[in-house]
């Protein structure tokens, strides 16, 4: 399903190999989902730190290598918690045939994070 206009501009600065996978993996998704956040300044992940949603001045946000998805219901207006397993498995599949190595946050033993994936 087509993005939005919001999560293609939050695409925006997001390396190619990675943007390319995400875009693939939309046109061939069942249900809508929305790109949260791509790029990141230093500035926001201080924020972020300080608010202890992320725990590193190391994220791959900061240099366009993570995304963070969320799947959407089919009226775009909530969150689909039950839908995450299923997205990671379409973006794997589409990674896999596009040569991209990534990495899904949800399979992270320590900090848990299903919306977030990253080039390997
Ligand atoms: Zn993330």
Redesign the pocket.
């Known amino acids: 399903m087509e993005l939005s206009e919001l999560s293609k501009e939050r695409l925006e600065g997001v390396d190619e190999r990675l943007k390319a996978v995400v875009i693939e993996c939309a046109a061939r998704c069942p249900f809508p989902f929305n790109v949260s956040?791509g790029l990141r300044t230093e500035e926001q992940q201080r924020e972020y730190v300080r608010l202890g949603k992320s725990k590193t001045m190391k994220s791959k946000?900061l240099t366009g290598k993570?995304v963070?998805l969320y799947p959407l219901s089919m009226d775009r207006k909530v969150v689909d918690w039950s839908r995450f397993e299923e997205l990671a498995d379409l973006m794997q599949q589409v990674a896999s045939e596009q040569d991209t190595e990534i990495v899904w946050?949800g399979n992270w033993k320590t900090l848990v994070?299903k919306?977030?994936f990253e080039l390997k």
Request: charged share 40%; with cysteine; glycine share 12%.
């Open positions: 956040e946000h993570a963070d946050g994070d919306c977030h």
